[in-house]
């Protein structure tokens, strides 16, 4: 396996657990809890390992200079990275703690036994315990990578379903978000955004900033950012109103507002070869014809739109600015990455800045969370000495965030006589999906804050190279699981696209495995085979093919117990072909109207070893609803003037009307590295409504959402 | 600013407001009752549904005026005496929420409808929880939750 980064950039055993003189271990990790229960799972794992009651577990929230390092909590690393990480600083801090009671016990190490933190031997009637022996001061040593885990017979918490930290103190209403702090002496702040990204504030009609001002709001402004601040929530809500009545915007050209697939198609690009899942920088072999030995050669086109995050809870940050230095409260998932680019973008030495994290409003990507920051910073700096709660207003955070970059999928491939594929060929056209605030070597953090580029000495948007690691950014999950005897695989980076993007929920995974997995199909149907029979020709690997078993065996997308008018559909992936295997095969029905009802859904998944179920389970069912909403309702609109969706109803997303009956199966393999599960089901769920619209009418959708207008089209056109 | 006077988890509070204010601003920001979300502002999301006088009523439009002289029953009105009430201790026992912010809208939404209604069933609970979204996909916990409530009769 290789090596954990979490523990190779942050080795110190201090650093991940301590044992407080309450009786109490706090576990600190860099990975912030998004909603994944990552501080549920960590809390079970050190748990389990040290033989302590979970209650006496505290995961501590993370910050900078306290935390360790992990990075940006992204791509469903938390549980490889910091899951494994807890996992081996228990282990280690057992054996060295239980090295220390044998000393002190005058017994054999090997006769020690600990209960809930308390070490006994029965070799003598003394006993002390973790507290006791760790009131001589820190570990001073690393993390042994290697250290031995106890068996998982002996584990009494891993492996269940454990009720949710912190989830009390929502079901009670306690203050627990971001949005609920309140500090002495605090300031409400709320924008003025432009009409759009590309306008310019030209006029402020000062007699309104001079009300406002005897009114006792601040007014802030830097080149085209304006906020305003006041002692009273609601207040400021009014005056960002007033406020954006007296302003006028040089609108330039406004936003390109042409057809984005023929942007995709036509605009320049950086186009590259995908080799084993790694853009290759190498020129992109032609497109040849069918092989000599193709009976069927199948062509194929997929389309995705821009795709927004859409959290519940606008996005929103706590600065305040005193004596020079910086405090910023923050829903992001990256708090180090943050604090260099508010460093950069503010001129200030990262020394001088303290970034926390406290809970947001869910979305699983990059939303407004890094740029809310930069805001309040911003008007913090300009308002020293008072804590400033920053929040965007709904319209904002629709119209504002980096969305999911629209693509466009092209797949050919060839069937030999005996239906088995003999040559595949996949592209993909899309943006960017890096555009978190990393710092990068040429300060290109900053120009990725999205504030930046309105200042009085703004900051070009930054403009990323593609990304070359394995399956990243459009990439990802571009080069299927399946046994192909020969694959041409291309990205293209697409410029001068119109809307700002960046990371959504499972990056370009939720595309390509959408026209992938709806290709299976298509193909199958022309090989004269069942969508199961068809990929477990093709695929070898033991752990995908039990997962389709098992979907399968919970609702055969072949099965005559199909009710009449339904249809089943598969789909399949092992997200990055490096982490979880999961199938997902949805039933619907289809109205008169063309409205798609989602009836039930079998999720069969094998994401390593298992350790909180009920949060792997929801993360994979959570995944399916979020996929389905995008697949079923959305798009981001837009014209010259600006983003047309701008709040629920101009961008709807699934409700409970149409939540289909869940029966998830966790194939839990037993001792076997912590694969990531938050993102593996989104482009099944989008592939196994496709593939099951097409089982139950014969429509063959390719073209994301699938509203009933785009229902009614293709079975017009059919 | 005016003075009203407010019902609120049975005790009666007086508070001083713009009478435009919508209520969430004064229950969050004149009586620190946090558990109301903000969402949207729009009457859109459900995250800010309050109790009044029985019936889950949204509460970032209407305004403080409108709600003198009701009863009004806020997410932290809902236990008595520490205990959760049915609906949060089957959200709980669910694990009904990843990140958590549509959860009190939600539970507001379930707890009016089962008290109201005499012979609740899941057909009732989905027609409760309409309107009420949720970004994280919580929905199948959520369902649980109610099948849950329901199996026990609440
Ligand atoms: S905040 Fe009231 S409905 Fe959204
Ligand atoms: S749990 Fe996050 S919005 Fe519902």
């Known amino acids: ?39 549920t799972a960590t809390a079970l794992l050190a748990a389990d390992e040290l033989d302590v009651d979970p209650g006496r577990v505290r995961v501590a929230r993370v910050e900078t200079g306290l935390s360790p390092d992990e990075g940006l909590t992204v791509g469903s690393q938390s549980m490889a990275q910091t899951g494994n990480a807890v996992r081996q600083a228990a282990a280690t801090a057992r054996r060295h703690l239980l090295a220390r009671a044998a000393c002190v016990l005058g017994v054999d190490v090997a006769t020690l036994e600990v209960e809930d933190g308390e070490i006994r031997s029965h070799a003598t009637n003394r006993r002390t315990s973790y507290w006791e022996l760790a009131a001589d001061g820190p570990f001073g040593i690393d993390v042994d990578p290697d250290a031995p885990l106890k068996p998982r017979t002996a584990l009494r918490h891993v492996g269940t379903a454990a009720l949710a930290r912190g989830l009390e103190d929502i079901v009670r209403g306690r203050p627990h978000f971001l949005h609920d702090m309140s500090l002495p002496g605090m300031l409400h702040a709320r924008l003025v955004r432009p009409p759009h990204y590309h306008a310019l504030l030209v006029g402020l009609n000062e007699a309104v900033v001079d009300r406002l001002g005897a009114e006792g709001i601040e007014v802030v402004r830097d080149g085209s950012f304006l906020a305003v601040a006041a ?91 005193d004596d020079g230095r910086l405090t910023v409260v923050t829903h992001s998932q990256g708090i180090y990455f943050l604090r260099l680019a508010l460093a950069d973008a503010l001129g200030m030495e990262s020394e001088a800045i303290h970034v926390r994290h406290a809970p947001g409003a869910g979305c699983y990507g990059h939303n407004g969370a890094d740029d809310a920051a930069f805001d309040a910073a911003i008007v913090a700096r300009a308002l020293p000495g008072a804590p400033v709660l920053l929040k965007w207003s709904r319209e904002e955070e629709h119209a504002w965030e980096p969305y999911g970059s629209c693509a466009s999928m092209d797949l050919r491939a060839s069937l030999d006589g005996h239906g088995r594929i003999a040559a595949w060929s996949h592209e993909t056209y899309s943006d960017t999906y890096s555009m978190r605030p990393h710092p990068g070597p040429d300060g290109t953090g900053a120009a990725r804050l999205l504030s930046a580029r309105f200042l009085a000495e703004p900051l070009e948007p930054h403009v990323p190279g593609p990304a070359l690691g394995r399956h990243v950014g459009i990439h990802r999950n571009l080069d299927p699981l399946y046994d192909l005897p020969e694959k041409r695989l291309v ?38 085979s069942d969508p199961v029979s068809f990929r477990l020709r093709h695929l070898s690997d033991p752990r995908g093919r039990a997962v389709i078993e098992a979907a399968a065996e919970r609702l055969d997308p072949a099965g005559t117990d199909c009710p009449q008018g339904r249809g089943r559909g ?24 063309g409205e798609i009802r989602l009836e039930r859904c079998a999720i069969a998944a094998d994401a390593g070893e298992v350790v909180d179920r009920a949060g792997l389970a929801a993360q994979l069912e959570g995944g399916v609803v979020q996929a389905a909403s995008w697949t079923l309702h959305e798009a981001v609109t837009f014209d010259r003037d600006g983003i047309t969706s701008r709040d629920w109803d101009s961008y709807p997303i699934l409700g409970f009307d149409n939540v289909p009956v869940f029966e998830t199966v966790l194939i839990d393999p037993g001792r076997a590295p912590f694969l990531g599960a938050g993102e593996a089901t989104a482009g099944p769920a989008a592939a196994a409504i496709a593939n099951a619209v097409c089982a139950a009418t014969g429509l063959r959708l390719r073209q994301i959402p699938f509203t009933p207008e785009s229902v009614r089209a293709a079975a017009l056109q059919s | 600013m005016n003075a009203f006077l407010l019902n609120i988890n049975g005790a009666v509070r007086k508070v001083e407001a713009d009478p435009a204010m919508p209520l969430i601003y004064v229950l969050r920001n004149r009586l620190g009752l946090m558990g109301a979300k ?29 709600f003198e002289g009701r009863a009004i029953t806020t997410i932290e009105g809902l236990a008595e005496e520490g205990e959760l009430n049915p609906v949060q201790r089957a959200f709980l026992d669910a694990g009904a929420a990843q990140c958590g912010y549509c959860t009190s809208g939600m539970v507001i939404a379930l707890t009016a409808y089962l008290e109201a209604e005499e012979h609740p069933d899941r057909r009732g609970a989905l027609e409760a929880l309409e309107g009420h979204l949720c970004r994280c996909g919580a929905h199948a916990d959520v369902l649980r939750a109610v099948d849950r409530l329901l199996a026990d009769g609440a």
């Open chain 1, 491 to 528: 990205k293209h980076l697409v410029r001068d696209m119109p809307l700002r993007v960046s990371a959504l929920r499972s990056l370009g995974a939720y595309a390509n495995v959408f026209a992938i997995e709806s290709f299976m199909d298509e193909l199958a149907a022309k090989a004269g």
């Open chain 1, 231 to 321: 002692a009273d929530e609601y207040a400021a809500v009014r005056a960002s109103g007033r406020l954006g009545a007296a302003a006028s915007w040089e609108l330039g050209d406004g936003i390109f507002s042409g057809d984005v697939y023929e942007g995709l198609r036509g605009n320049e690009k950086v186009s590259l070869p995908v080799i084993d899942g790694t853009p290759a920088e190498a020129p992109v072999a032609p497109l040849e014809g069918p092989p000599a030995d193709a009976a069927v050669t199948l062509e194929a086109r997929y389309e995705r739109p821009y795709q927004m995050h859409a959290s519940m809870g606008p996005s929103t940050a706590m600065a305040t600015f």
């Open chain 2, 38 to 66: 903000l969402g949207c502002g729009l009457e859109q999301c459900g995250a800010c549904a309050v109790i009044a006088d029985g019936e889950r009523v949204l509460s970032c439009v209407r305004t403080v005026s409108e």
């Open chain 1, 570 to 593: 598969l789909g399949f992936a092992q997200y990055k072909n490096s982490e979880t295997y999961a199938a997902v095969i949805m039933e619907v029905s289809v109205g008169d109207r």
């Open chain 1, 1 to 39: 396996m290789a090596p954990n980064p979490s523990l190779l950039n942050n080795p110190a055993l201090d650093d991940w657990l301590t044992f407080g003189a309450d009786e109490t271990v706090t576990v600190r990790s860099g990975k912030v809890d998004i909603g994944q229960r990552i501080s």
